[in-house]
């Protein structure tokens, strides 16, 4: 959903809603980040804090918050596993960081990482695309892990009981949104500034995927959709 007005070369917003970029930080990687790189930050150290020897699933790993999460978990410490819809996604994942790269167009994604991790199951699995991941995702997890359902992008996930939790390993289910972990000034300057920082020391790259005029932003819907797009998608006024 896009905000009223987002849409316009100059809005109006409340000084304290905005986020000073220091130099040395580009105003289109700036851009670029602050959505994304402030959800995949939170999820990262706020929504499961991911540490050294922890195993974690990272669904649409060449999306704009995946490929950010990846380099985010690997600076943690943490073995990665990620889904990518193409060789040239797979790509993008493994340049990110990602141990182990699952083509799932081609590969059941379940079945791949069993094959790799055995018993040493997942201890989190941060999911973007919804319907169509959820069940599977919740079959890799091991006991007391933890299912984050953050996107929709296939759709909403269905009901499910908390009893199918139990029986699946007492397993932990949460679904974040990033308004709730930006909730104060400070927290969201916070984020903001390990982004910059880890970005203007080189230890977190910004992939722009795709760059079109603000008049093309319908085309720049129909490559979202279409999921055609890999890293950020930015519209120029």
């Known amino acids: 959903m896009t905000s009223p007005g987002a849409y316009a070369e100059f809005v109006a917003v409340p000084a304290a809603a905005v986020i000073p970029v220091p130099g040395g930080v580009e105003l289109r990687v700036a851009g670029a980040v ?3 790189g402030t959800t995949a930050h939170y999820l990262a150290t706020d929504t499961f804090r991911l540490q050294p020897g922890h195993r974690c699933l990272i669904h649409a790993g060449a999306g704009g918050v ?3 999460l990846i380099q985010l978990a690997k600076r943690a410490g943490a073995e990665v596993f990620t889904t990518v819809g193409s060789p040239e996604k797979a790509a993008l994942a493994r340049e990110a960081g990602a141990d182990h790269v699952i083509d799932y167009r081609t590969t059941d994604f379940v079945a791949a990482v069993d094959a790799i991790a055995g018993a040493d199951r997942m201890h989190v699995v941060y999911d973007g695309v919804g319907r169509d991941t959820f069940p ?4 890799v997890l091991g006991r007391r892990g ?3 359902t953050f996107g929709n992008a296939s759709g909403p996930v269905d009901p499910i009981s908390p009893l199918g939790l139990m029986r699946r390993g007492s397993l932990y289910l949460t679904r974040p949104t990033l308004s709730d972990y930006v909730a104060s000034r400070a927290e969201a300057l916070a984020r903001a500034r390990d982004l910059f920082r880890w970005i203007a020391s080189g230890d977190l790259t910004v992939r722009i995927g795709l ?3 603000l008049e093309q932003a319908a085309d720049a819907h129909r ?3 279409g999921r055609r ?3 950020k998608v930015l519209l120029i006024p």
């Open 34 to 36: 602050m959505l994304q």
């Open 136 to 139: 599977g995702s919740l079959s």
């Open 146 to 148: 933890t299912m984050v």
């Open 211 to 213: 760059e079109l005029p």
């Open 223 to 225: 490559a979202l959709e």
């Open 229 to 231: 797009t890999t890293g």
């Open 66 to 68: 995946g490929l950010l």
